[in-house]
């Protein structure tokens, strides 16, 4: 699944590590979703669209873009 | 939440703390065994002493593993999965490598150990994968 993730992180210039403070997961697990190799769960999905104040849609697209 | 990527990183501090009780239990039973007489009661004192070390490891590690974020428990359970399998395989090979002679073959706690070993190296290369 492809995902806005990394674009959205360094608009906000933090750091992976940062981000994953935020949400309470690894830097390696934020790497792993940037990367498209972990697709999150879908609380973690609604977590990462509402502190980027998106909605879910528009940080993932599940057909790929 | 740690940000280092370590693939041990349920071994936690808090982790080995909660095996205290199972070396104390340990230790008491081993004293048990050496220095009371083999009665009825003390074998029954061993055996629960036994069957409640196991069963505190089970609920500390699995406790440990579920302080994890989602992506270690996945791979925690890809890992654990190997394991088992891999375990499963070992396990029932047995009869054919002692039919071609070998009787030096991992059972009862050497089958935990290997499944023990098999977790772990499964979970450094799983991490390597998501890294």
């Known amino acids: 699944m492809k995902n806005d993730v990394r674009i959205l992180r360094t608009e906000k210039r933090w750091s992976q590590a940062e981000l994953g403070d935020e949400l309470g997961v690894s830097r390696q697990t934020v790497n792993a979703i940037e990367n498209g190799k972990y697709d999150p769960s879908l609380p973690l999905a609604f977590k990462i669209a509402r502190l980027f104040g998106r909605r879910i849609e528009d940080v993932f697209d599940p057909g790929g873009r | ?40 009661a003390v074998r029954l004192a061993l055996a629960g002493i036994g069957g409640g070390v196991m069963g505190w490891c089970i609920v500390v590690t699995v406790a440990a593993i579920r302080r994890l974020d989602e992506l270690q428990q996945r791979i925690h359970l890809i890992a654990i999965a190997i394991a088992f399998a891999a375990t499963g395989v070992v396990a029932s090979m047995r009869r054919f490598f002692e039919l071609l002679g070998v009787t030096e073959y991992p059972s009862g706690v050497g089958l935990w150990l290997f499944m023990f070993i098999v977790w772990n190296v499964a979970l450094v290369v799983l991490h390597r994968r998501y890294r």
């Open chain 2, 1 to 40: 939440m740690s940000s280092r990527s370590n693939p041990y990183r349920c071994y936690d501090r808090r982790y080995f703390l909660e095996l205290v009780p199972i070396v104390v239990a340990t230790l008491v039973g081993v004293a048990l065994a050496l220095t009371m007489p083999r009665t009825p």
